[in-house]
């Protein structure tokens, strides 16, 4: 039972609020460089930083210039980066080969980071979307996305990977199963060591515009996702998710979108304990960019705002495209 508090004036809860040295005191949740992982997006090339017109400030790099920002990111205290391929047309098909060639663009990454910072954490991204002529997470037949052809796609995936050397695999997708199949690929090839963050709650959203822009989805999406990813308006459904997933072996979860679904955040970390993360997605990256580019809002008080609520809904980390900007502010 939480003890009474003594009436005004003897309390007076502006006195822990008084000066910038008290307020750091009291602060009941802290954010930190340690705290973030920085999605990056690669694309062919060399010497590349091409801007992405729906997330102001983002780019899609050059294998090079990958190199260049997870150098960046270690020297910030940034523990992870994130890869997320733009593929090209005519690598895009309808069996998604190019999902587990050894020499696509992020097993390409991977192996150029692993090279020159090789203490940064490398995570990638288990889905076909970037792949597909369909712009889908999983093949389509007919008028279905269907799940266990897709799960067999999704292990190939993610052993190449794990051979490029990556640390974390996010499977993204949202096929029944894909966790259980992956790990037991992963723990039979001697990967046993690699970690898997399973987007386990993924929501049907409409915040990730932007992102498709920056991966080329958007153009060859067709129809929508909602037989896979989540209803926006279900919670105990993503429970039931989170907690599958962890059963067949994810080592962290994720929720995505990440603010508008903090409920989900503080009753996954609540209801399990194990290491829970958010994605602030390029939609929510960009409605705080384009607000303060019309001075609506304070850019960086907006970011570090929307941050801490991350954290004070129980999240361990976010992926976050704010973050190498997060962690020169706190520096």
């Not at 399990?272 to 960019?289: C, D, L």
Request: one cysteine or more; glycine letters at 6%.
């Amino acid at each position: 039972m939480r003890p009474t508090q003594a009436p005004f004036p003897a309390t007076r809860l502006r006195r822990t609020r008084r000066t910038p040295a008290i307020r750091a005191l009291v602060a009941e949740n802290t954010l930190s460089a340690a705290d973030l992982i920085w999605p990056v997006f690669v694309r062919e090339g060399e010497a590349v930083e091409e801007p992405i017109p729906s997330m102001p400030g983002v780019v899609r790099r050059s294998v090079d210039k990958v190199v260049d920002a997870a150098r960046e990111a270690a020297d910030l205290g940034i523990p992870a980066i994130c890869l997320f391929p733009y593929t090209s047309g005519e690598n895009r098909s309808k069996d998604c080969a190019e999902a587990w060639n050894p020499e696509n663009l992020s097993n390409r990454a991977t192996r150029a980071i692993k090279q020159v910072v090789p203490d940064i954490a490398v995570m990638t991204d288990v889905a076909l979307d970037p792949y597909s002529d369909t712009g889908h997470d999983g093949f389509v037949e007919g008028d279905e996305i269907v799940n266990d052809e897709t799960v067999e796609a999704l292990v190939k995936q993610a052993l190449s990977q794990a051979e490029a050397g990556v640390d974390i695999i996010g499977p993204s997708d949202m096929m029944d199963g894909r966790i259980g199949a992956i790990r037991h690929a992963l723990e039979m090839a001697g990967h046993r060591n690699v970690l898997l963050l399973s987007y386990a709650a993924k929501y049907a959203s409409a915040f990730y515009g932007p992102f498709r822009d920056a991966v080329g989805a958007s153009g060859a999406l067709k129809g929508d996702k909602k037989t896979y990813q989540m209803n926006p308006a279900n919670t105990d459904e993503a429970l039931r998710l989170i907690e599958r997933d962890l059963s067949e072996g994810a080592d962290m979860i994720m929720v995505k979108p990440g603010m508008p679904y903090l409920d989900i955040c503080r009753r996954a970390k609540d209801a399990f304990g194990a290491p829970t993360f958010a994605y602030q997605v390029s939609g929510e990256y960009a409605m705080i960019m384009a607000a303060a580019q019309q001075g609506w809002i304070d850019e960086d008080r907006a970011m570090m705002e929307s941050l801490m609520a991350f954290k004070r809904a129980g999240c361990d980390g976010v992926l976050t495209y704010f973050a190498p900007a997060v962690a020169r502010a706190l520096a």
